[in-house]
């Protein structure tokens, strides 16, 4: 996609950012946002600053991350105040820009809190504090600062910032949420290409170093459940049967001068042996001192290696140069003449994963010693065979490297685009207004709308989970996450969340008049089968180019859930946007209160757990299905469509 220019540029005088469209503004960042140094509230919910997620709780993010992250169980009242769409400078912000909080809470007093001092689009600014061109400059304006010192506010306060007019700032976000969420998904595509060609490689590694290349050979129990088959020709010995194990061996203590960072000998480590997956070592990063090696163990070129603690256990190499091993480290010396090395290393890579799921032992750290490792089972070919075997897996394994190769060169590829359409766009040196869909009048009837909604929500999720209730959910957020007009549904607030009874009929007519679905009841629950000319409503989705990327969004999110937590999801989402509709700006306490109180919505709504709404809650912010105050206020009507009864969940 090329872009067009604006019409007419002026010179900014500002270095990094060069030219700028003559209507916009410039001025220093002090101008524009101001620190904000309040106590945190009581209510405050202690923040992380990520690069990946913004600022998000700090709950959340060990969620998502599933890894520990330090709370402060006490001294809360120390932290700072955080209120939504503040932009916090944190000790990573020279590296990865300034992070947007989509809470409110608080934050370490070594973090500095900004907030806009005049309206402003926040999504504009997030684009624009995470863009490379940003960071460039910050650095400049911040050189010497290393990990644990922040960026300080008279550094980010002295650097100029263009300010295109309010209106341009949020088409500008518009127009890369949308563009954004396109590369990002095929970034997603690719990196799921990769784990299914690792997966399918080690399938064919697994098959053949137990089963060989004769779909026809006779076969006999191994006795292993590892591999409970295997050639009958084939025997059975125990690895340390076939070579002498031993373990490296780590000067202590680690990273002292007088063993580490010499020039003597290479220091072999895990890190080494597991930082790509080809089979050879050539070099290492790091070597050992003379006096470092004496405490070491010395492993020979063409020794087979493989790692034996931590959570990268079980990795084989094979090494092209003479070095020390560390301690995390087993080698297989004078390995049994009968065995090809080659052949051992393929058979030790089938092991890696249940290796790991095997040696965990409670919450401590697995590890192998040479006593596990010497009794694990090996199948042995014939060598000759075995020889075979080899040069069927290496020619296989290029194969799938090369795929990989090119998945990977296209993620890269992906990303500089990203980097570059956000630097373009908030920079000015494109024109994205003229990119935002400016409102026509729909030749679609909204029965019709409704009908390809539905159609395209079941084509993708039309699993075990799916019921009526779950699709008018899905229909729901759809329609108002990517403000599809023409569908036009009336909500009411029932039991089960959001309900238009009109959109539903139409969508159970209109479906199968099309022929593309039909609703039957199966049980306590109604459901879609396809019919003959179901995909056919593909033909229409261009229609919605510019809405698909978040139709996908909710779609991927939900999809796959199951019918309570897409009617959280509905049931949050209407009352944040209704509140939003009222001209408030809510809390989160109040979104939840206006959801799941019998006051604000329905008395069902009051069985649900708090705690699943504070997480739902936090889980939508975190994914971005975030209400904007779109379309139509919810009414209250009394249960009059008593087809909204619950499904079960």
Same mark, same amino acid.
């Given at each position: 996609?090329?872009?067009?220019?604006?019409?007419?540029?002026?010179?900014?005088?500002?270095?990094?950012?060069?030219?700028?469209?003559?209507?916009?503004?410039?001025?220093?960042? +002090?101008?524009?946002?101001?620190?904000?140094?309040?106590?945190?509230?009581?209510?405050?919910?202690?923040?992380?600053?990520?690069? /990946?997620?913004?600022?998000?709780?700090?709950?959340?993010?060990?969620?998502?991350?599933?890894?520990?992250?330090?709370?402060?169980?006490?001294?809360?009242?120390?932290?700072?105040?955080?209120?939504?769409?503040?932009?916090?400078?944190?000790?990573?912000?020279?590296?990865? $820009?300034?992070?947007?909080?989509?809470?409110?809470?608080?934050?370490?007093?070594?973090?500095?809190? %900004? +907030?806009?001092?005049?309206?402003?689009?926040?999504?504009?600014?997030?684009?624009?504090?995470?863009?490379?061109?940003?960071?460039?400059?910050?650095?400049?304006?911040?050189?010497?600062?290393?990990?644990?010192?922040?960026?300080?506010?008279?550094?980010?306060?002295?650097?100029?910032?263009?300010?295109? %007019?309010?209106?341009?700032?949020?088409?500008?976000?518009?127009?890369?949420?949308?563009?954004?969420?396109?590369?990002?998904?095929?970034?997603?595509?690719? +990196?799921?290409?990769?784990?299914?060609?690792?997966?399918?490689?080690?399938?064919?590694?697994?098959? *053949?170093?137990?089963?060989?290349?004769?779909?026809?050979?006779?076969?006999?129990?191994? $006795?292993?459940?590892?591999?409970?088959?295997?050639?009958?020709?084939?025997?059975?010995?125990?690895?340390?049967?076939?070579?002498?194990?031993?373990?490296?061996?780590?000067?202590?203590?680690?990273?002292?001068?007088?063993?580490?960072? $010499?020039?003597?000998?290479?220091?072999?480590?895990? &890190?080494?042996? *597991?930082?790509?997956?080809?089979?050879?070592?050539?070099?290492?990063?790091?070597?050992?001192?003379?006096?470092?090696?004496?405490?070491?163990?010395?492993?020979?070129?063409?020794?087979?290696?493989?790692?034996?603690?931590?959570? *990268?256990?079980?990795?084989?190499?094979?090494?092209?140069?003479?070095?020390?091993?560390?301690?995390?480290?087993?080698?297989?010396?004078?390995?049994?003449?009968?065995?090809?090395?080659?052949?051992?290393?393929?058979?030790?890579?089938?092991?890696?994963?249940?290796?790991?799921?095997?040696?965990?032992?409670?919450?401590?750290?697995?590890?192998?010693?040479?006593?596990?490792?010497?009794?694990?089972?090996?199948?042995?070919?014939?060598?000759?065979?075995?020889?075979?075997?080899?040069?069927?897996?290496?020619?296989?394994?290029?194969?799938?490297?090369?795929?990989?190769?090119?998945?990977?060169?296209?993620?890269?590829?992906?990303?500089?685009?990203?980097?570059?359409?956000?630097?373009?766009?908030?920079? &000015?040196?494109?024109?994205?207004?003229?990119?935002?869909?400016?409102?026509?009048?729909?030749?679609?009837?909204?029965?019709?709308? +409704?009908?390809?909604? =539905?159609?395209?929500?079941?084509?993708?999720?039309?699993?075990?989970?799916?019921?009526?209730?779950?699709?008018? /959910?899905?229909?729901?957020?759809?329609?108002?996450?990517?403000?599809?007009?023409?569908?036009?549904?009336?909500?009411?607030?029932?039991? =089960?969340?959001?309900?238009?009874?009109?959109?539903?009929?139409?969508?159970?007519?209109?479906?199968?008049?099309?022929?593309?679905?039909?609703?039957?009841?199966?049980?306590?629950?109604?459901?879609?089968?396809?019919?003959?000319?179901?995909?056919?409503?593909?033909?229409?989705?261009?229609?919605?180019?510019?809405?698909?990327?978040?139709?996908?969004?909710?779609?991927?999110?939900?999809?796959?859930?199951?019918?309570?937590?897409?009617?959280?999801?509905?049931?949050?989402?209407?009352?944040?946007?209704?509140?939003?509709?009222?001209?408030?700006?809510?809390?989160?306490?109040?979104?939840?209160?206006?959801?799941?109180?019998?006051?604000?919505?329905?008395?069902?709504?009051?069985?649900?757990?708090?705690?699943?709404?504070?997480?739902?809650?936090?889980?939508?912010?975190?994914?971005?299905?975030?209400?904007? #105050?779109? #379309?139509?206020?919810?009414?209250?009507?009394?249960?009059?469509?008593?087809?909204?009864?619950?499904?079960?969940?």
């Amino acid at each position: 996609m090329r872009l067009p220019r604006h019409e007419r540029y002026k010179e900014s005088g500002i270095a990094w950012l060069g030219k700028v469209p003559e209507h916009w503004g410039l001025n220093l960042g +002090r101008r524009l946002f101001a620190e904000k140094r309040e106590q945190s509230l009581e209510s405050d919910e202690q923040l992380s600053a990520t690069q /990946k997620y913004g600022v998000i709780p700090q709950t959340l993010f060990m969620e998502m991350e599933d890894q520990k992250v330090v709370l402060a169980l006490r001294g809360l009242d120390a932290f700072k105040h955080v209120e939504a769409n503040d932009f916090i400078i944190s000790l990573r912000s020279f590296q990865g $820009g300034i992070e947007k909080s989509h809470y409110q809470g608080c934050v370490s007093t070594a973090y500095t809190v %900004l +907030r806009a001092t005049d309206l402003i689009a926040p999504d504009y600014w997030k684009y624009l504090f995470k863009s490379d061109s940003y960071i460039s400059v910050l650095r400049s304006v911040t050189d010497g600062i290393r990990e644990g010192k922040s960026i300080s506010y008279d550094q980010f306060a002295s650097v100029a910032l263009p300010i295109p %007019l309010l209106e341009e700032q949020e088409q500008i976000a518009k127009f890369l949420d949308r563009e954004v969420a396109k590369i990002d998904a095929l970034i997603d595509e690719q +990196r799921r290409l990769i784990a299914l060609l690792k997966e399918k490689r080690q399938a064919v590694i697994s098959h *053949t170093v137990t089963k060989g290349l004769n779909p026809s050979a006779p076969m006999k129990d191994s $006795g292993v459940d590892w591999f409970d088959s295997i050639p009958s020709h084939w025997s059975i010995k125990r690895l340390g049967q076939i070579s002498s194990i031993v373990r490296g061996g780590s000067p202590r203590p680690a990273g002292d001068s007088r063993y580490f960072n $010499g020039s003597f000998v290479p220091w072999i480590t895990v &890190g080494e042996i *597991t930082k790509d997956a080809v089979m050879f070592l050539w070099e290492t990063e790091t070597m050992l001192t003379e006096e470092g090696a004496k405490l070491s163990r010395l492993i020979d070129s063409g020794t087979l290696v493989l790692t034996n603690s931590g959570a *990268t256990l079980g990795v084989p190499k094979i090494l092209k140069i003479t070095g020390c091993a560390n301690d995390g480290v087993l080698a297989f010396l004078n390995l049994h003449s009968e065995i090809d090395q080659k052949f051992l290393f393929y058979f030790l890579n089938m092991l890696t994963e249940p290796l790991r799921e095997r040696i965990k032992q409670g919450s401590g750290q697995p590890n192998l010693n040479t006593s596990i490792v010497g009794a694990l089972p090996l199948p042995i070919p014939p060598l000759k065979e075995q020889k075979i075997l080899v040069t069927h897996l290496e020619k296989l394994s290029a194969s799938y490297a090369s795929l990989e190769q090119q998945a990977f060169g296209l993620i890269d590829l992906l990303q500089e685009r990203r980097s570059a359409l956000i630097s373009a766009a908030v920079t &000015g040196k494109i024109n994205v207004t003229t990119q935002i869909a400016k409102p026509v009048r729909s030749t679609w009837s909204a029965g019709f709308a +409704r009908q390809v909604l =539905a159609a395209e929500t079941l084509s993708r999720c039309n699993g075990s989970s799916m019921g009526r209730i779950k699709l008018q /959910k899905l229909i729901h957020l759809c329609e108002y996450h990517a403000q599809l007009d023409e569908v036009r549904g009336t909500y009411s607030r029932q039991a =089960a969340g959001p309900f238009a009874p009109q959109v539903m009929e139409d969508v159970r007519e209109g479906l199968l008049q099309q022929r593309w679905f039909e609703e039957y009841k199966d049980g306590d629950r109604y459901r879609y089968r396809p019919l003959e000319e179901a995909g056919g409503h593909q033909h229409y989705l261009p229609h919605w180019e510019d809405k698909q990327a978040r139709i996908d969004q909710v779609l991927n999110l939900l999809g796959g859930e199951l019918t309570q937590k897409c009617e959280i999801a509905s049931t949050l989402y209407a009352a944040w946007n209704d509140l939003l509709i009222d001209g408030k700006n809510p809390t989160d306490a109040e979104i939840i209160h206006e959801a799941s109180s019998a006051e604000s919505w329905h008395e069902s709504k009051e069985k649900i757990a708090a705690e699943k709404w504070r997480e739902s809650l936090k889980w939508m912010r975190a994914k971005g299905l975030v209400a904007v #105050g779109y #379309g139509t206020h919810t009414t209250h009507q009394p249960d009059l469509f008593t087809r909204e009864g619950h499904e079960p969940a």
